[in-house]
């Protein structure tokens, strides 16, 4: 059967009505490609740098995750190539992600700010960010909800490093968000 | 009671040996029998039905219908006489009645806008519109639609080793694949208002008759593809004169279809080493502006296939090239729109014969005469001879390197099913394992041939730990139905793939189970093999127990995760004279410098694949080949190569002597050998391989006492990433930290 169901949404038509049709596509009745979709997942790694105490966090998508969002925005995977983002691709990008993983601890919100992209050779792209503000509690509560309003599959899973070791948190529609120990 | 506890304890030993680990698979097996042996072969008495077509059909374009009629001739092969046949209507999974609509999961939130949920009601009238069935005499003959199904009543049981004809004509609407997503139908292209068709399950087809299931009428849910006996077909399709059809099989009227122009080139293509152009990009682009009326009939014969499917368009650039195989030749070709160039012209053809090439290595020789990759937009779907595949550049002609990625991985793949299923036909509608994962396997291979460590996204183990590590509610063992199979591309395609490579790699070594998976496709080439076949022949032809690496990783969740959670170390020494006693001595834990690990499977292909196919034809190389070689001059910097294998049976008298206890720890479940690189103060390594038979006695925890020359300053579990270990922070020994992703991004931006 088909292997690049992963393309998910294609960008050819701009118009509100075929976006419409071609979403529909995946969710409908008909759809064979979007149950046969083969990749649901999204991963972070965050690590608490001990001398700035803030957290670092790398958020990794496969490639057409982020070529969906993309070519919505009129850009293409070619643009993240670029040595220097365009503000606007850097600003939609940065909101696209940070919805879908957020930082807080109680009512307080941890800004992330983003410093650094890679697309690597297995498909996977790696956005890079850094907390905003030191973080001085000794847990905090993590969202990390990315692209589960689009997939009903979608499963994301953050490893935490600690110390000598690796904890691993995983998020579900049903669980989006997980307090960790820091 | 002192009776029922007796019984109890008389049993226990075999209840547990029963959840063992190693236990041998009876009960999940079928009992070899006269069809199908217990080495994993056809039965002496093996036997398969054949269904012969002969079908007309007309493509019209200015209403998108398709309207058929053909003559099935169904031979029964088998010792049952049959009071009535099942013929498969996969069209009706698109009916307005269809089941797949009623089984489908929503819920409220996948609806973004009340457009969406307007959008759900949009009704299309799919499925097959039947119109007559009737014996090919004349006879009338009764027939009922259950579904997806349509069973005929045959006035008289068909006998052993007797055929029966009968006639069906249908009619159905095309869908738009863009609205109703599926493996067949239609793309518009509104620039030059022109249609692109890719036509499949598009006949009422026989469904099989064997020895496993009876009548395989398991009603198309949409996921479990077809189970499809074979046969020979003949067949008209007629089309408007200006498009360019094709198919299934051989073009039997090519004298009068194409031009003197067209035929010369095809000739020449056929011994070309090179793809030719049958019609230029400029006569497709002048033909996608004719649309004359007139209407032109294509005939095509396919002898031993088990479906047919066809695409049709104005818009179609074709070109073409000879491939040897063995000896035959056989006609790669490519048909696609100017939407497809420029990654179309310049690779598809290629890749078709590249790929013919490469499974007919490792599998069986390709055995039709044709092979063909057809141009549409985003999907990847799978027939014989011919398959539809995805990856369009953007509008300019420009593309990133990950699309250039997915349209080799997906030509590739879906040439390669014409091994899996279509020849070595496994029965899709239950096991989709089956045909995608051992295809998905030798598509690895085969990229690796294609280009020196081709990033293939599936194959190597490291690539699958994140799915088995996952959250277990999520997960479904391999051995699971198609249609119940939870995130499927990772059960049946990635899984799969991966645990082939760890047989090959790892557990039976790449000369035991190249054999062995070459007798299995052998085999059943032609046939219908069943999992217990496969599983039998792979142990049957290398002489390893592999029920342990079934049960694993085809019948559990288990994941690999091993750990290193303890290492002693002892030394000999001398008292009294000659007397020696063995001490144990403190160990001075200093972390170790790890350099970035390398799969297995790239550093035996450095060796083992002495030219890649980019490396002969360098005009494969885009403006992305850069990358590629900065990454490969990179390979060796990191490898350790002074890795050496451990032995202790050559010690002299005099030497030293270091003893190291490591106790192992099975966190993940799953058995799996053990890989240890051993880093010595004399700044060699060595590599000691322990089979997965350690665990037989405990396959929780185990330790194993190793002797060493030099004294050892550190262990590493794994080293090469080959049994697809879910946790490599417990691998190594003194235990270090791992450096985050940021970090490395930091460190490489200064």
Same mark, same amino acid.
């Given at each position: 059967m088909n292997l690049i169901c992963y393309f998910r949404v294609v960008s050819f038509y701009n118009s509100d009505f075929m976006k419409l049709l071609i979403i529909i596509s995946f969710l409908s009745i008909f759809s064979l490609k979007s149950n046969a979709h083969d990749y649901y997942f999204a991963f972070a790694e965050m690590e608490l740098n001990k001398e700035s105490q803030k957290l670092e966090v790398t958020l990794i998508l496969n490639s057409h995750d982020i070529s969906h969002w993309l070519e919505n925005k009129n850009f293409t995977l070619l643009d993240l190539e670029e040595p220097t983002l365009e503000k606007n691709l850097k600003e939609g990008l940065n909101n696209f992600l940070l919805s879908g993983f957020k930082i807080s601890h109680k009512s307080e919100h941890y800004k992330l700010i983003f410093k650094g992209i890679l697309l690597k050779d297995d498909g996977n792209i790696e956005f890079y960010f850094e907390s905003q503000k030191k973080v001085e509690q000794d847990e905090v509560n993590i969202t990390f909800d990315l692209l589960m309003n689009q997939y009903n599959q979608q499963q994301n899973k953050l490893i935490y490093l600690k110390e000598l070791k690796k904890e691993t948190y995983e998020f579900l529609s049903s669980k989006k968000s997980q307090i960790i120990k820091l | 009671m002192k009776t029922k506890l007796l019984l109890l304890l008389t049993l226990l030993p075999t209840l547990l040996f029963g959840q063992h680990k190693f236990a041998q698979l009876k009960e999940e097996l079928a009992t070899p029998n006269v069809y199908r042996n217990a080495a994993g072969a056809p039965g002496h008495e093996y036997y398969q039905q054949k269904a012969d077509y002969k079908i007309n059909v007309s493509l019209n374009d200015s209403d998108q219908t398709i309207h058929g009629e053909e003559t099935i001739t169904y031979t029964n092969n088998s010792p049952d006489q049959l009071t009535y046949l099942w013929v498969q209507l996969d069209q009706n999974r698109k009916s307005l009645d269809s089941d797949s609509k009623l089984i489908n999961v929503e819920k409220m939130e996948n609806f973004k806008s009340v457009n969406q949920l307007e959008l759900k009601s949009l009704n299309f009238d799919g499925g097959f519109k039947i119109k007559e069935v009737r014996l090919s005499n004349g006879e009338d003959i009764s027939y009922f639609i259950n579904k997806t199904m349509l069973r005929i009543n045959l006035n008289e049981p068909l006998k052993t080793n007797s055929s029966i004809s009968f006639n069906i004509s249908w009619w159905y609407n095309i869908n738009d694949r863009d609205i109703l997503n599926a493996r067949s139908g239609f793309e518009y292209f509104p620039k030059d208002k022109n249609y692109l068709y890719t036509i499949a399950q598009w006949f009422p087809r026989m469904c099989v008759y064997n020895d496993?299931? /009876?009548? $395989?009428?398991? $009603?198309?849910? /949409?996921?479990g593809e077809f189970t499809l006996p074979f046969g020979d077909y003949e067949v008209n399709i007629t089309v408007p004169s200006g498009h360019v059809v094709t198919a299934t099989g051989e073009l039997q009227n090519q004298k009068e279809i194409l031009t003197k122009v067209q035929l010369e080139r095809l000739e020449k293509a056929r011994n070309a080493s090179e793809p030719i152009f049958i019609i230029t990009p400029e006569e497709a682009l002048k033909s996608e502006k004719l649309k004359t009326k007139a209407l032109k009939t294509w005939s095509f014969k396919a002898e031993n296939v088990r479906d047919f499917a066809f695409a049709s368009s104005r818009k179609f650039i074709w070109d073409a090239q000879g491939v040897d195989v063995n000896g035959k030749n056989i006609l790669a070709m490519s048909f696609y729109p100017k939407e497809g160039n420029p990654l179309w012209e310049r690779y598809s053809t290629k890749l078709v014969a590249h790929t013919l090439k490469v499974y007919s290595k490792y599998t069986i020789d390709y055995p039709y005469p044709v092979a063909i990759s057809v141009h549409t937009k985003w999907m990847g779907m799978e027939y014989p001879m011919i398959c539809f595949n995805g990856g369009r550049p953007n509008d300019d002609g420009t593309y990133s390197e990950q699309k250039k990625y997915s349209m080799w991985g997906v030509i590739i793949h879906e040439v390669g099913h014409n091994f899996f299923p279509m020849i070595i036909n496994s029965d899709e509608r239950q096991w989709t394992w089956m045909d995608e994962g051992l295809n998905t396997f030798v598509q690895y291979l085969t990229e690796q041939e294609w280009e020196r460590n081709y990033p293939s996204k599936r194959g190597p183990a490291n690539k699958i730990v994140n799915y088995m590590s996952g959250d277990k509610n999520n997960i479904s063992p391999i051995m699971t139905n198609s249609e119940s199979i939870l995130q499927f591309g990772n059960n049946s395609y990635g899984k799969p793939a991966t645990a082939l490579n760890v047989l090959r790699e790892t557990v039976m070594g790449r000369e035991l189970f190249d054999y062995s998976f070459k007798v299995y496709c052998e085999r059943w080439k032609f046939k219908h093999p069943t999992p217990a076949d496969f599983f039998r022949t792979m142990e049957d032809a290398s002489s390893v127990d592999l029920d342990w690496f079934w049960r694993g990783?085809?019948? !559990?969740t288990d994941n690999v995760d091993v750990a290193l959670t303890n290492v002693r170390h002892f030394i000999t020494d001398s008292i009294s004279g000659n007397k020696k006693v063995i001490i144990e001595e403190k160990i001075n834990e200093i972390e170790l410098e790890l350099k970035q690990p390398i799969t297995i499977g790239t550093l035996r292909n450095l060796e083992s694949? !002495? =030219? =890649?196919l980019n490396e002969k034809d360098t005009s494969i190389n885009d403006h992305y080949g850069w990358k590629r070689k900065k990454f490969n001059d990179s390979i060796l910097e990191f490898a350790y190569n002074k890795d050496i294998n451990h032995v202790e049976h050559d010690f002299q008298p005099n030497d030293n002597r270091y003893y190291y206890e490591l106790t192992f720890n099975n966190i993940g479940g799953l058995v799996s050998p053990v890989i240890i690189r051993a880093f010595l103060e004399n700044g060699t390594t060595e590599i000691i391989r322990i089979p997965a038979e350690i665990w037989l006695k405990n396959d929780k925890e185990v330790s194993k006492v190793f002797v060493f020359k030099y004294k050892v300053k550190g262990f590493q579990l794994d080293p090469f990433l080959e049994t697809a270990d879910t946790n490599m922070s417990n691998n190594v020994w003194p235990a270090r930290k791992t450096p985050s992703r940021y970090k490395l991004f930091m460190k490489n931006k200064k």
């Open positions: - | 496993v299931e /009876g009548w $395989q009428n398991k $009603q198309f849910l /949409g996921r990783w085809f019948y !559990s694949i !002495s =030219t =890649t």
